[in-house]
T-cell receptor, first 112, second 117 residues
Framework: KAGVTQTPRYLIKTRGQQVTLSCSPI?????VSWYQQTPGQGLQFLFE???????NKGNFPGRFSGRQFSNSRSEMNVSTLELGDSALYLC???????????FGSGTRLTVV | AQTVTQSQPEMSVQEAETVTLSCTYD???????LFWYKQPPSRQMILVIR??????QNATENRFSVNFQKAAKSFSLKISDSQLGDAAMYFC??????????????FGKGTKLTVNP
């Protein structure tokens, strides 16, 4: 079956702009989570969505937001981009119950 | 809050040899899940192995096995018969549950594994 699909794979944006990243989970997976990966901070949890509801959010400013659609696809948005937002953004989907997450290949965002 | 510590930023191993990657964690929960993920240069995080804390038996997946010491809060990964394709970043992760049923992974900083031919 198809894996987790993230688009786009690469993105270059200018400071102050906004960006939207997309994630299509594995069919049947209703939980979608987002993580930010940087060399300095490692992997940090952004938020988790389940059945179109945000159930949890990490310690990120309000410029980071997301949503989930009825087909479980998810988007995350970052407004007023800063240089420090440059990172690999990973999306993961899962069945409930500790079976583990399946990750996408990520979106590499570079802010210049 | 749960924390995960990987004390070895880098490790190297000769092809066909065995290597062990260390991971310790801190939690007050009695039942939880632990994972090892592999991230090759392609960037995709790949699940290597999972362990349920209530199970005493160490998980095994082909050449990958864990040494789970619950009392010591230790969860090491052993890779046997190392192959060139095993070269990657390896992350240890703890599944944290919150009220309302939400779950998230708490990751260690990772260990970069080099496999020498």
């Amino acid at each position: 079956k198809a894996g987790v699909t993230q688009t786009p794979r690469y993105l270059i944006k200018t400071r102050g702009q906004q960006v939207t990243l997309s994630c299509s989970p594995i069919s049947g997976h209703r939980s979608v989570s987002w993580y930010q990966q940087t060399p300095g901070q490692g992997l940090q949890f952004l938020f988790e969505y389940f059945s179109e509801t945000q159930r949890n959010k990490g310690n990120f400013p309000g410029r980071f937001s997301g949503r989930q659609f009825s087909n479980s696809r998810s988007e995350m948005n970052v407004s007023t981009l800063e240089l420090g937002d440059s990172a690999l953004y990973l999306c993961a989907s899962s069945l409930a119950g500790g079976f583990g997450y399946t990750f996408g290949s990520g979106t590499r965002l570079t802010v210049v | 809050a749960q924390t995960v510590t990987q004390s070895q930023p880098e490790m190297s191993v000769q092809e066909a040899e065995t290597v062990t990657l260390s991971c310790t964690y801190d939690t007050s929960e009695s039942d939880y899940y632990l994972f090892w993920y592999k991230q090759p240069p392609s960037r995709q995080m790949i699940l290597v192995i999972r362990q349920e804390a209530y199970k005493q038996q160490n998980a095994t997946e082909n050449r990958f096995s864990v040494n789970f010491q619950k009392a010591a809060k230790s969860f090491s990964l052993k890779i046997s018969d190392s192959q060139l394709g095993d070269a990657a970043m390896y992350f240890c992760a703890y599944r944290q549950l919150t009220q309302g049923g939400s779950e998230k992974l708490v990751f260690g900083k990772g260990t970069k594994l080099t496999v020498n031919p």
